[in-house]
């Protein structure tokens, strides 16, 4: 039988009682059966997607969001269990689940294909009943300190994955490899003096088979994980973009061009002691330079990524995304989309009504709506959506 051949009737019938991911999963099949669901009655769902959790602390559903469209879909974790989403990369999430109080489950799934795969279980080494607490402000404060983010390989199997995650309870970066049994320091975590009372960890990023993690003192580490033992080298050191830093914290995020270069986006943090004035810039770019072997310099700030766009969060794993014909009629190149950063917060709270997605350009170093033509009309969309947009993500859906 050719399945190409079912009735046009049956095949919108059966679309009609599918939600949106098997509308999407069905018209990707052949041209006959994208033909038989029309675009508007799956819901245009085009990339970047934002996943937003319907509460704080563990999640039975979540809100998928089309950032072009600002159409939407409730999404349940498979099984149904409650989850917190701690990563993503591409079209998968990082996720992990209460076992009991002294056990935390992680997994990596595609929201879109339900598709998983399971990591090694994480042992507190503490009976940690604010696992099960029914309040979300205790889960969400042990969470943070026990799984800060996870990064990971792109479309990862079960037989060919590489993950790694920072958390506030260890001075351990922490990795799992398909093959491998449980979670293993890849490296201890240096304090500076005087530090020991703030996070070591910035951020941690996967790219062409390596973790690149960078630390409050500046320092960038890159972990190449095809070695059968792999050790952190030191790449390069980062200088403060402000002369009042003392140290790094929050507003740092690795990104990776089309061309492979490293880049670090750095956005404006009220702990920076800096307020949000013409004095002080909101968002500046940096760029590694392997030849020299360091990063270009702050006060010359970078106007171009190759037409690339980035897409930054404190939970998923920076993204970038070529600006094509297929994409142009959304995305800007050299621009960085961002949500769920120390400047989505004071931009929140300094514009009423828009709290979840924010663009800015490197050409002209502006940030705003990132669609223009219609920001009244998706301001007030996005305002009325019921969710905590200080626990989004980044997500480019595909089938792999």
Known sequence: MDWADLPGDLLTTVGALLAVPGRICL???????????KEEEAAAMPSPWVIIPRTGGFSDSFTVL???????????PPGGVRARCVGSNGSWLAIVTAVDVVTVAMSLVNPLTDARVELPLITIPFESPWLFNPDPSHVEWGMDSLV??????????????????VSNATTELLCARAGTDGWHPLAEIPSGDCMNF???????????????????????????MTAPSPSPVPLAVLEPPLPTMVYLERGFHLAFSGDGALHVVWSLN???GCTMTHTCPDML????????GFFSPWTTPLTSIGGWAFFIGDRNQSMSVPVDGSTATWLRPDSVYFTNTPLSELYAIEFVGRRGLWAFDLVTGRIGWPRGENEILEKQLESELDVHWDKSLWLMPSFT
């Open 27 to 37: 018209r990707a099949v052949c041209r006959a059966w994208r033909a038989a669901i």
């Open 66 to 76: 089309s950032a072009p469209t600002m159409n939407f879909f409730q999404w349940t």
């Open 285 to 292: 770019l940096t760029r590694y330079d392997p030849a020299s």
């Open 148 to 165: 800060q983010k996870v990064a990971f390989s792109p479309s990862p199997t079960a037989q060919d994955y590489a993950a790694a995650y």
């Open 270 to 272: 009220d702990g920076h």
């Open 198 to 224: 703030i996070k070591q960890d910035l951020d941690v990023a996967y790219h062409d088979g390596k973790f690149y993690y960078m630390v409050t003192s500046g320092q960038v580490w890159v972990a190449d």
